[in-house]
């Protein structure tokens, strides 16, 4: 599976962004996926879950803010930001957890750039 994010973009406080991850590939069934971010000079982290029984978590600190999603028919993942605020700056990633052949996978993307200026 190979995941191609895009949508980031330089905002200013308080603006929305969107994000899209497309899946592609076969061979593996995709469960799980998420949204991490990487801030400057900070390690990545979790910020949202989408688990394969439709539950959702997120980050304390995006709560509220962020939705994420998922439409299966178009293999698409979807990250909608609200009132965003420059502690959000940072690299977006999508990834999937996967399965195939008995074996789980942690597939990544490539990463978009998410700025949001004060």
């Known amino acids: 599976v190979q995941l191609q994010a895009s949508g980031g973009g330089l905002v200013q406080a308080g603006e929305s962004l969107k994000l899209s991850c497309s899946a592609s590939?076969?061979?593996?069934?995709?469960?799980?996926m998420a949204w991490f971010r990487q801030a400057p000079g900070k390690e990545r982290e979790r910020i949202a879950t989408?688990?394969?029984?439709?539950?959702?978590e997120y980050l304390e600190s995006v709560k509220g803010r962020f939705t994420i999603s998922r439409d299966n028919a178009e293999n698409m993942l979807y990250l909608q930001m609200d009132n965003l605020g420059p502690e959000d700056t940072g690299v977006y990633y999508c990834?999937?957890?996967?399965?195939?052949?008995?074996?789980?996978?942690?597939?990544w993307g490539q990463g978009t750039q998410v700025t949001v200026s004060s």
């Open positions: 989408l688990k394969s029984d439709g539950n959702k």
């Open positions: 590939g076969s061979g593996e069934t995709i469960s799980s």
């Open positions: 990834v999937a957890a996967t399965t195939a052949g008995g074996r789980t996978y942690a597939r």
